[in-house]
């Protein structure tokens, strides 16, 4: 098995774990294929550190490789789905930072989740993603997203007006801080931050949904991700922020923006007891109610 692994970068209390990680994938003779930083990052033990294969950027990955491990939180794994683009190498997501919906297996759990990767006994969650198209070149090699796009006010200028078209069709002026266009997966994120719902992944759906409405009767809306999403932009500003997850880049006001389903998905691994419903009770809490 040929197997990748990136993180942003961890404590140095986290060396522990990434050994133990490690020493778990060399028991089964795997090749490993490891990010340059993260290996420049710790002194390994030679035994290791002589079966590391330092890889830079995405184009030393090809689709021979069986899983692309992210450590860290689930800002890193968003990182990883860049790094992957099309190539279709399953994301291993274990979480090294605090919440964790997408990076849900834990430190403890590295042992079981090594063994499930070798054994093939994981199950994989199909994600969509979302495309932004523009009349100007934006976000380089990776204009799409896990989460959700969003349209933002500069820092303290004004609100602004966001026209918002449903393949052409209007459908509303948002007088806001900003939108946001999420995907069923980046409905726990920033979208649930904003009082948006939550959805299944295998919903098929974006939401829209305002930030920091001036209108009290505008809601968040669900529409199916078969519709091409346009829109205008008006305020006193001459400029606004679009972001895809954690990237950003400033622009125009005038600028054509366009967000649709992205033509290729990303396949999230998981152990079989982690499912959606379980990571939404551990991570928000639910039926933990002292009255129950």
């Known amino acids: 098995m040929k197997v990748a692994i ?22 089964y003779d795997t090749s490993i294929l490891i990010f340059q930083q993260l290996l420049e990052q710790f002194t390994l033990p030679k035994h290791l550190y002589d079966k590391m294969i330092p890889f830079k950027t995405s184009d030393d990955l090809d689709d021979q490789i069986d899983c692309l491990i992210s450590l860290g939180g689930d800002g890193t794994l968003l990182d990883t789905v860049a790094l992957v683009k099309d190539k279709n190498i399953p994301i291993l997501g274990i979480n090294f930072g605090r919440l964790g919906f997408l990076a849900s297996i834990s430190k403890d759990e590295l042992a079981s989740a090594v063994d499930s990767l070798m054994n093939h006994t994981f199950l994989i969650d199909k994600r969509t993603l979302i495309h932004l198209d523009s009349n100007e070149k934006l976000f380089g090699e990776t204009p799409f997203a896990l989460n959700e796009f969003a349209i933002h006010k500069r820092d303290t200028s004004p609100m602004v007006k966001i026209h918002t078209y449903l393949n052409g ?12 266009v999420s995907t069923p997966t980046g409905s726990t994120g920033y979208n649930l931050s904003c009082n948006g719902p939550i959805m299944f992944p295998e919903s098929a759906s974006f939401v829209i949904t305002p930030v920091a409405p001036h209108n009290l009767n505008v809601r968040s809306i669900i529409v199916p991700d078969t519709n ?10 001459e400029q606004i922020i679009c972001a895809l997850d954690a990237r950003r880049e400033i622009v125009s ?16 691994l998981r152990l079989n007891e982690n499912s959606f419903l379980s990571t939404l009770r551990s991570k928000l809490t639910w039926g933990l109610d002292k009255r129950n």
């Open 6 to 27: 990136y993180s942003r970068g961890l404590d140095f209390e986290q060396e522990n774990p990434l050994l133990i990680l490690l020493e778990e994938l060399t028991r």
């Open 169 to 180: 069709e209007f459908l509303n002026t948002y007088w806001a801080d900003g939108l946001i």
């Open 228 to 237: 091409v999403i346009s829109f205008e932009v008006e305020g006193r500003g």
């Open 253 to 268: 006001k005038s600028i054509q923006l366009a967000v649709r389903r992205e033509k290729f998905g990303v396949n999230l």
